[in-house]
């Protein structure tokens, strides 16, 4: 036997909202359709199954004993939709804001950060949304967008997060202690140690090596996709990274990462952060101007 499709949802809608109103005008009224589509649906949904769900009177209507069997399944079956749809709706709280973020910057930079935001801000409760491709900006419904890429496809009307700038960094049990320097002015050639490349971006290895004035003949033995996951395998003693001066900075400052060259290179893709407009505007504002407010005086702790 064939399956068969089920019944335009429509349809079912028409019938549980008649069978609890027992009125298909009233129906029609909570339905924002006319009594003749609700009527017309409901006759669609009878000749489907081949009965007749209400008896219709000359100023009422009434459930039939096929009718009263299928509301009850009916109703369940809408209200398990509605609560799975109420999962996804964008939030109508006025506190609720919404970040789009990179996992990269959620990890290293907000989630020892973002505390104090909301203890300074008692009446915001906010959601992060992480993100890994483009087009789920596009389609996300953020308040605040902290996007990553290239320097020059920014857009007009976001801001950059930090200096974009990238560090040479390793991890204290990866390098001789004697060449360990809180001044940053510690000098390692590349040839020195593994190397960990963040693939997926411009800047590379080659490009840093011809700012030091060193040739650059060492092949990367660790490819990772994001700036977050170099910092993770550089902490874990895998090689030397290049990494974002933002993301990087809480590891320097805390000791678990060390510069390990003075020099640190303009990125060609970096981090902006954008506030769009909506119902919390205001809030998101003040979270963007908060967040490029802890991004400077976290590079600047890091690295002055």
Not at 118 to 146: C, G, H, L, M, Y
């Amino acid at each position: 036997m064939k399956n068969r499709t089920l019944p335009p949802i429509g349809w079912f809608r028409a019938f549980e909202s008649a069978a609890r109103l027992l009125s298909f005008t009233a129906a029609a009224d909570e339905l924002s359709l006319t009594q003749s589509a609700v009527s017309q649906q409901i006759r669609s949904l009878e000749v489907r199954f081949g009965c007749t769900l209400f008896v219709r009177k000359h100023r009422s209507i009434a459930l039939t004993d096929e009718g009263r069997r299928l509301l009850p399944q009916v109703a369940e079956g809408i209200s398990h939709l509605k609560a799975a749809s109420a999962a996804f709706e964008p939030a109508a709280d006025p506190g609720l804001l919404t970040i789009a973020t990179s996992v990269s910057i959620a990890q290293w930079f907000l989630v020892p950060r973002l505390n104090a935001f909301i203890k300074q801000n008692k009446n915001v409760r906010v959601r992060i949304v992480t993100t890994v491709w483009p087009d789920e900006f596009v389609t996300s419904t953020a308040d605040v967008q902290i996007r990553f890429g290239p320097v020059e496809t920014a857009s007009s009307s976001s801001k950059p997060l930090g200096s974009n700038r990238l560090a040479l960094v390793a991890s204290p049990t990866l390098i001789e202690p004697k060449r360990i320097k809180k001044s940053a002015t510690t000098s390692v050639s590349l040839s020195s140690y593994p190397l960990i490349q963040a693939v997926g971006t411009s800047d590379t290895w080659l490009k840093y090596s011809e700012q030091i004035g060193e040739e650059a003949d060492k092949q990367a033995t660790v490819f990772v996709d994001s700036h977050g996951m170099s910092v993770d395998f550089a902490k874990a003693g895998l090689g030397m990274t290049l990494a974002s001066s933002l993301i990087c900075s809480p590891c320097i400052t805390q000791g678990s990462l060390v510069q390990l060259h003075s020099a640190m290179m303009p990125a060609q893709d970096g981090y902006f952060i954008e506030t769009l407009e909506g119902r919390h505007f205001s809030i998101a504002k003040k979270f963007t101007s908060w967040m490029r407010k802890e991004a400077r005086q976290a590079e600047s702790l890091a690295f002055s």
